[in-house]
């Protein structure tokens, strides 16, 4: 064994011992683990932008605003789907289907309160009471996809 393969196998075994063991554990960065961390990372991203949106039509006043406001709701709402979509063509992990499925259904029920909050007429206690209840659900479904994102950066580790 030469000095530098001595070297490199003290570090390694040092590494080890110091508790560096668990970052050698960890799984390897695919390109696939990147897609499935962009889709999730992407519609996460989408579902902010449907919570905005529920929120500033607490202050839209015209009409016209109101229709670009339902007009960015939808798209967003495209958006959501559309990465949906990409991830259930993708493979997934057991653990990162049932997040998926929870989603959707959690997901499905919202679209409804979101439209209706988006095209009310007008705006009044009703509707503020309304979206501060959107908000919270959305919340509640954000920290699913939180969740998912945080166990696979631990997973495979955090530095990417």
Known sequence: MDARMFRAFALATSLALAGGAPALAQEPVTAQVLK???????FESNISEVAALAKLRLAVESDEEQAELIEEFENDLRQVARYIGILRGMELLPTQTAVLDEFEVKWD?????????VTAETVDDDLRARVRQFWE?????????DDKLEEMRERHGADW
């Open 137 to 145: 659900d959305l919340d509640e479904i954000d920290d699913l996809i």
């Open 36 to 42: 499935v961390y962009a889709a999730f990372a992407k």
């Open 109 to 117: 029920a919202l679209v409804a309160d979101g439209r209706a909050i």
